[in-house]
């Protein structure tokens, strides 16, 4: 324990004289975070900037105010709704994104007392889509029961989670920590091949080290870096306006976890790199893999490989991180507690011991043992 | 000197077709400074690998102390101590970070490794500089600390790769002195290119070439037995010069008598010619021949390597 001990020290001290290392792995993660942020971070419960044309048309005032009072269940408007001042100008703030929507009121054509309301945005734009539909959602049955219509049917929205995803930062931000702490891959493969390539690897052998002496000191002080990414990613996440609905503790936990298999990942790829180069591309590649494959980006179908009774596994269901994800997810988007998501940490567990003692395995074998 | 401390039985490695190390067997005398010597692969690296526990023949053994080192107990591999060729250090621990956490983990107690380093720091003019980061140290200082990275645990025996590559002089000076004083209690083993540091260092020699070793033994005997021999240039005075009459005094002194008329020099070669100087200016003098000048130049190391190892460029 006292050589773990060491290597654990001098590991961690090494990474602290060398924090270029450890930025770089920590700003692209936040970097992904920052993209989804701007480009993406649709807000579910934003209130929509909307312009809307023909108030004067009978009933159309009416509407408008029934529109401006609707609320979410926080309380907040749905919509902010403003005069257009023009057709042009109208044009202008759905181009410039000053406004989402223009909603044109105009008489029916059939010259009935109905309203006939045409919506006007960027198709391509989430924010349109979003408020458009939310429009079309109050509107019809507003305008059907002026109309005398009868209601055909009621639709409410149910979220899965307590809370639920409010924005696409909060639905993406697990996966972004995720990838983060799965960028210690390239890190401890690289850290690792750098002792072979000083030949240091070589000195500690002849101090009769054993392998797992060594890689469990390096992998702690990759955990400590582990911890860390959490603690950043979950930092900038709250600062770009992530909503986080569990356990910090339990994120923590998993995040842990999950950097105890991408370690292992690591180790393995140290074994087959000829120099730290090699292991941070390697590494790299690696990384990219397990990201997309666990679906932090998007969902993955299931690749059913074999069933067990009643349980398909799935080829995903090898990599931990994938556990991981979804335990994560759980926890900050849902509010899960330990229990309700103990199966997925007893698998994320599980896999990561079993990765992490290939590598061991494997980087013993071709690195540390007595060269034939 | 004559308590064993490494031993080499048959020792056989090959690597696919090339046989690096053909049967080596040879003996390392407590407290001596033992020498290999040989062109570039020649099996010396190897040899040493395998006699630091770093690489296991294919066949035969080494002992330490009687124990094999391969399928030997860890405390038989910490007993020998090693400096490799290329400087192996962590780039941002400081001197002194390193020298501790080698003792450690050779085993050392946190004061004792402490004090050992401070000591090594301090014998190889390096304690100014015991908390840089090795990076930030000049090439000779890096290769210096490497060498205090090897005895950093106090090993019984000191394996060097090329101790003095790429030193300079006043550091090779100081690192030859370091080792000399150190083969009062340690044996050291090194390897080295450079003639003149095994003539002045090592106590014996070992010539290996093509992984087979020639020739092993002290370097004055060696000088003595192999090689083309002494050379001593003996200036005559001027006038009529016999030839024949030199070589027939100096049959059985000399390997070989030439005269080089225009410089009025007769040229003597003999092996250990230095010691038999007497005897040949005597016999010069019973043959009437008086020399005005003698000049000698002594059989060399590096004399005795080229008649075994031959001329041919290696690699």
Known sequence: ?372 | MTNVVIKTENLVKRYGALTAVNGLSLEVYEGEIFGFLGPNGAGKTTSINMLCGLLRPDAGRVLVRGVPMDGGTAETRTRVGMCPQTIVLWERLTCLEQLEFMGQMYGLSGDRARRRSLKLLDDLDLADSRNKQARTLSGGMQRRLNLAMALVHDPEIVVLDEPEAGLDPQSRVRVREYLQSLARHKTVILTTHNMDEADRVVDRVAIIDHGELLELDTPEALKQRVGEGDVIEIRLAEGRHDEAGARSALAGLAAEVRLEPAAHTLRVRALNAVGQLADILAALARAGIQPSDVNIRANTLEDVFLKLTGRRLRE
């Open chain 1, 1 to 372: 324990m006292l050589k773990t001990a060491l290597v654990f020290s001098k590991s961690l001290v090494e990474m602290v004289r060398e924090p270029q290392l450890a930025v770089l792995i920590l700003l692209f993660p936040v970097f992904m975070l920052l993209i989804i942020y701007i480009g993406y971070n649709t807000p579910k419960l934003a209130t929509h900037p909307v312009l809307v044309v023909g108030t004067d048309h009978p009933g159309a005032a009416a509407l408008v105010d029934w529109l401006r009072a609707q609320r979410y269940a926080d309380g907040r408007p749905m919509f902010n709704l403003q005069a257009a001042p023009d057709p042009a100008a109208a044009e202008t703030a759905l181009k410039t994104q000053a406004a989402t929507v223009l909603l044109r009121l105009a008489p029916s054509p059939d010259g009935g007392a109905a309203l006939q309301a045409t919506l006007y945005g960027d198709a391509t734009s989430m924010r349109f889509v979003t408020a458009s539909t939310l429009l079309q959602n109050l509107m019809v049955p507003y305008l059907d029961a002026k109309a005398g219509r009868p209601e055909v049917v009621k639709i409410t929205e149910q979220p899965l989670a307590v809370q639920g995803a409010q924005t696409d930062l909060d639905l993406y931000s697990p996966g972004m920590m995720l990838f983060a702490i799965l960028m210690l891959t390239p890190q401890t493969a690289m850290l690792v091949a750098r002792e072979v390539r000083w030949g240091t690897l070589r000195r500690l052998r002849l101090s009769a080290l054993r392998p797992w002496q060594l890689l469990t000191g390096v992998s702690l002080a990759q955990m400590v870096m582990g911890a860390g990414l959490v603690a950043v990613m979950f930092g900038c996440a709250a600062l770009m306006g992530f909503h986080n609905h569990g356990s910090v503790w339990l994120a923590v936990l998993i995040g842990l976890l999950v950097s105890f298999s991408a370690i292992g990942f690591g180790l393995m790829v140290a074994c087959i790199s000829t120099n730290d180069g090699d292991a941070l591309n390697i590494g790299g590649v690696v990384t990219m893999l397990q990201v997309f494959l666990c679906g932090a980006f998007f969902a993955m179908p299931p690749l059913t490989v074999f069933t067990v009774g009643s349980y398909e596994i799935g080829a995903l269901d090898f990599i931990p991180a994938t556990h991981g994800l979804l335990a994560l997810q759980q926890v900050l988007i849902s509010g899960a507690s330990l229990g309700q998501v103990g199966f997925r940490l007893a698998l994320t567990l599980g896999l990561s011991v079993v990765y992490y003692c290939l590598g061991v395995l494997i980087f013993g074998w071709r690195q540390m043992r007595q060269r034939t």
